[in-house]
């Protein structure tokens, strides 16, 4: 099933993750990236360990 689809049948994490066998962190991701047009969250620069 889809995740989206399945969010919005549940309307919850949890649940959505519960029938596509994921996790709620994964259905979270992909429904904040589906809500911002697709686009993926910018990263942070990171500083050097050197």
């Known amino acids: 099933m889809d995740i989206i689809a399945a969010y919005q049948e549940v309307g919850t994490y ?3 993750a519960q ?3 994921t996790t709620h962190k994964t259905v979270r991701r992909i429904i904040e990236r589906a809500l911002a047009d697709g ?3 910018g990263r942070r620069r990171r500083g050097h360990n050197f």
Do not use: I, Q, T
Request: charge should be positive.
């Open 14 to 16: 949890r649940g959505a």
């Open 19 to 21: 029938m596509c066998g």
């Open 39 to 41: 686009k993926p969250p």
